[in-house]
């Protein structure tokens, strides 16, 4: 049998993105663009409301996320801070803003399972952060989910075991 070489490198991206996928990436922009400059939601938004993809993405998703992470930012800040290994200050802004971002789904986005919420936040981190970033995301996004979902994250863990 003729063995195939392993591919080294980066997986490519996914060809399809869906309409939400790219409303988190243009959300995730946003709120970093607010964490570095403290500018309105609205001002915000305009700016990028006129990137060329836009027509791509869930208008109502991307203004919610948003307008609602900035809204609800301190609360999501106290949501997130008992579980950092750092001071919400210590954090870099793309970490920060994936977290609030992930954080305000779990919490303001009941319908929208918990486990398809942390993936898109370790995906946005392997695309927008720094190397490993999407580690770290990935174990502060577990904690924060079995604390806010703690009822889904349970039946999940049932239903897991069963099957295996």
Same mark, same amino acid.
């Given at each position: ?24 990436? @243009?959300?995730?922009?946003?709120? =970093? ?31 919610? @996320?948003?307008?609602?992470? *900035? ?11 008992? =579980? @950092? ?22 919490? =303001? ?7 398809? *919420? ?36 349970? @039946? ?9």
């Amino acid at each position: 049998m003729k063995e195939v070489p392993a591919k080294s490198g980066p997986k490519p991206a996914p060809k399809f993105k869906n309409r939400r996928r790219f409303a988190r990436e @243009l959300a995730l922009q946003g709120i =970093y663009q607010w964490c570095l400059t403290a500018s309105e939601a609205s001002v915000i938004e305009a700016q990028l409301r006129s990137a060329s993809f836009f027509a791509k993405v869930d208008e109502g998703f991307f203004s919610d @996320l948003l307008h609602g992470v *900035i809204k609800h930012s301190v609360e999501l800040e106290q949501k997130v801070a008992p =579980y @950092l290994d750092r001071t919400i200050q210590e954090l870099s802004p793309v970490e920060l803003s994936i977290l609030l971002l992930s954080t305000y789904e779990l919490i =303001y986005h009941p319908n929208i399972p918990y486990r398809p *919420i942390i993936n898109e936040a370790i995906e946005l981190a392997k695309t927008f952060g720094g190397t490993d970033g999407h580690k770290y995301i990935n174990g502060v996004m577990d904690k924060l989910a079995t604390q806010l979902r703690s009822a889904e994250v349970t @039946l999940h863990a049932k239903r897991t075991v069963k099957i295996h």
